[in-house]
């Protein structure tokens, strides 16, 4: 299947659905101060292992975080239509329990779940519900989509009135180019493989079954949406591993001569430079995340290769939210439907040597989090925001009560009034998963303010990073910082900020 990356806000219904075109809607078409005549609609969607290599977050210079050219048009459209939250930070950096928190509005602290394997369902919060029976027991009409929550695909479906389950997909999981893994005869475990490449033809199932939901999400705004009342729940896979790209977009990043990503430390010639990052880190913090040091031996031309095909996801990603957007112009009804586009985490490219998420630094945390639809005017919040904060901001946006399970902190005020947040800082927590390790020597705690980035690691080495001058977290101020009072004064401040271990949920299994 073909993608069109032309950005045409004008594409006939029948032509997206072909092409998976990344469509544009003119952004007269949502119209902040019409009232409502019905119960607004809403339309959450989630994306996995979405970084911030998104245009929306990223740096024409190349400075800062994000990754230049990347081609994202539909991402775009709803930052320069609605709210662009560019600092929004997951609160763990793994899928299970990001998703947990984040569709609970509850911090990990008090969830108790830490590790994918973990299932949200066990959390330590009794009668919490998720976002989708909240709404449904507020008289919405829910409806579910793929990857939503990261385990118990059983109880998943009990969360909605109607939960499309997509079967028979007919492409097969055709190798990729590099699978290192396998090719390599490493014997890593499952979780350190990483498939890469061009897809052989235009069929992948991963990227089969995203398509296949966002055809079905069409479907359901075609035939319920009119009324008002509803709330759509998407979960898309890309850009998840494999890194399955599809050929024509494969071609548009070759033609972009794309090189390393602004994260790589200064100076780095490939891969190896980035050593020279870890070198005012402990040893803890070194150990972070899946490693796939074998990856490191890749040359240049591979390594590129794995960048343009992770790109290339990320773009296709893209253009099936063109799909719904597309869906939602014809039929005229954006006025009346709120959009949150989030993603779950982030996913390292070699910066810090990691290739995987799983850490506490930015390009595992910072994701995108945008907002549009009825009363949001164009905007961005430049403060710390937590994807905890998403399920208060959708009640408040659609006038029904927050649980009073939920930890997050409420944004309408500033994507509605454009306030500044209440809170100006964001908390994610990490750590080490195995049974043996004890619960006082498992957590990893990280806070993000305006200005700093700040990891208090169990074993007590610590990580001070200030996000303005230093946004790929290049020099840890606490491991040079000698006698200087000032840092002692701010890492004070900071850590009475963070949870305290004692205070942590022991994780439930």
């Given at each position: 299947?073909?993608?069109?990356?032309?950005?045409?806000?004008?594409?006939?219904?029948?032509?997206?659905?072909?092409?998976?075109?990344?469509?544009?809607?003119?952004?007269?078409?949502?119209?902040?101060?019409?009232?409502?005549?019905?119960?607004?609609?809403?339309?959450?969607?989630?994306?996995?292992?979405?970084?911030?290599?998104?245009?929306?977050?990223?740096?024409?210079?190349?400075?800062?975080?994000?990754?230049?050219?990347?081609?994202?048009?539909?991402?775009?459209?709803?930052?320069?239509?609605?709210?662009?939250?560019?600092?929004?930070?997951?609160?763990?950096?793994?899928?299970?329990?990001?998703?947990?928190?984040?569709?609970?509005?509850?911090?990990?602290?008090?969830?108790?779940?830490?590790?994918?394997?973990?299932?949200?369902?066990?959390?330590?919060?009794?009668?919490?519900?998720?976002?989708?029976?909240?709404?449904?027991?507020?008289?919405?009409?829910?409806?579910?989509?793929?990857?939503?929550?990261?385990?118990?695909?059983?109880?998943?479906?009990?969360?909605?009135?109607?939960?499309?389950?997509?079967?028979?997909?007919?492409?097969?999981?055709?190798?990729?180019?590099?699978?290192?893994?396998?090719?390599?005869?490493?014997?890593?475990?499952?979780?350190?493989?990483?498939?890469?490449?061009?897809?052989?033809?235009?069929?992948?199932?991963?990227?089969?079954?995203?398509?296949?939901?966002?055809?079905?999400?069409?479907?359901?705004?075609?035939?319920?949406?009119?009324?008002?009342?509803?709330?759509?729940?998407?979960?898309?896979?890309?850009?998840?591993?494999?890194?399955?790209?599809?050929?024509?977009?494969?071609?548009?990043?070759?033609?972009?001569?794309?090189?390393?990503?602004?994260?790589?430390?200064?100076?780095?010639?490939?891969?190896?430079?980035?050593?020279?990052?870890?070198?005012?880190?402990?040893?803890?913090?070194?150990?972070?995340?899946?490693?796939?040091?074998?990856?490191?031996?890749?040359?240049?031309?591979?390594?590129?290769?794995?960048?343009?095909?992770?790109?290339?996801?990320?773009?296709?990603?893209?253009?099936?939210?063109?799909?719904?957007?597309?869906?939602?112009?014809?039929?005229?009804?954006?006025?009346?439907?709120?959009?949150?586009?989030?993603?779950?985490?982030?996913?390292?490219?070699?910066?810090?040597?990691?290739?995987?998420?799983?850490?506490?630094?930015?390009?595992?945390?910072?994701?995108?989090?945008?907002?549009?639809?009825?009363?949001?005017?164009?905007?961005?919040?430049?403060?710390?925001?937590?994807?905890?904060?998403?399920?208060?901001?959708?009640?408040?946006?659609?006038?029904?009560?927050?649980?009073?399970?939920?930890?997050?902190?409420?944004?309408?005020?500033?994507?509605?009034?454009?306030?500044?947040?209440?809170?100006?800082?964001?908390?994610?927590?990490?750590?080490?998963?195995?049974?043996?390790?004890?619960?006082?020597?498992?957590?990893?705690?990280r806070i993000a303010t305006e200005q700093w980035n700040y990891i208090h690691h169990p074993d007590g080495s610590k990580e001070l990073y200030d996000r303005l001058s230093d946004p790929h977290e290049w020099y840890n101020l606490y491991k040079n910082k000698g006698d200087n009072a000032d840092i002692?004064?701010?890492?004070?401040?900071?850590?009475?900020?963070?949870?305290?271990?004692?205070?942590?949920?022991?994780?439930?299994?």
């Open positions: 299947m073909a993608v069109n990356l032309n950005t045409t806000p004008h594409m006939h219904r029948r032509s997206v659905l072909k092409t998976l075109g990344a469509t544009l809607v003119s952004p007269s078409i949502v119209k902040a101060s019409t009232p409502l005549s019905t119960k607004p609609n809403f339309v959450f969607i989630s994306i996995d292992d979405l970084n911030d290599w998104v245009s929306p977050l990223s740096s024409s210079e190349g400075v800062g975080s994000g990754y230049p050219g990347v081609i994202t048009p539909n991402l775009q459209y709803m930052a320069d239509v609605g709210v662009n939250c560019k600092a929004a930070y997951a609160p763990v950096p793994a899928c299970s329990p990001s998703r947990t928190s984040t569709l609970l509005g509850i911090s990990p602290d008090k969830t108790g779940v830490y590790f994918n394997g973990q299932e949200w369902s066990k959390n330590a919060v009794p009668g919490a519900q998720s976002i989708f029976s909240h709404f449904r027991e507020n008289q919405f009409k829910t409806y579910g989509l793929g990857k939503l929550f990261h385990r118990s695909t059983a109880l998943q479906e009990k969360e909605f009135d109607c939960f499309h389950k997509v079967s028979n997909v007919s492409c097969a999981k055709n190798a990729l180019k590099y699978d290192y893994a396998r090719r390599d005869n490493h014997g890593m475990p499952k979780a350190a493989k990483l498939e890469f490449g061009v897809q052989s033809g235009n069929c992948h199932w991963s990227n089969k079954l995203d398509e296949l939901n966002a055809i079905q999400a069409v479907k359901v705004i075609d035939e319920q949406f009119s009324g008002g009342g509803c709330f759509l729940g998407l979960g898309l896979i890309a850009p998840h591993a494999p890194f399955a790209a599809m050929p024509d977009i494969y071609k548009k990043y070759l033609a972009k001569n794309i090189g390393q990503p602004p994260g790589f430390f200064p100076n780095s010639e490939g891969i190896s430079g980035n050593l020279r990052d870890l070198r005012d880190l402990s040893d803890y913090a070194k150990n972070q995340g899946v490693k796939r040091e074998f990856l490191r031996e890749l040359d240049d031309a591979a390594y590129i290769q794995l960048v343009i095909s992770y790109l290339s996801t990320i773009t296709y990603a893209d253009s099936v939210i063109g799909l719904v957007m597309d869906k939602l112009r014809s039929l005229n009804i954006l006025e009346q439907t709120y959009i949150v586009v989030w993603s779950d985490h982030g996913m390292h490219m070699a910066e810090k040597l990691s290739f995987s998420k799983f850490t506490l630094w930015e390009r595992s945390l910072r994701v995108p989090l945008l907002f549009s639809g009825p009363g949001i005017r164009p905007s961005e919040i430049l403060s710390p925001v937590s994807l905890t904060d998403i399920y208060p901001t959708l009640c408040d946006l659609a006038k029904i009560d927050t649980p009073h399970w939920c930890t997050g902190t409420s944004l309408a005020n500033s994507i509605i009034g454009g306030d500044k947040p209440e809170k100006t800082h964001a908390v994610s927590i990490y750590g080490r998963g195995a049974s043996n390790v004890p619960d006082d020597q498992r957590l990893s705690r002692e004064y701010i890492i004070a401040s900071l850590d009475s900020q963070l949870p305290q271990l004692s205070e942590c949920h022991e994780p439930v299994w």
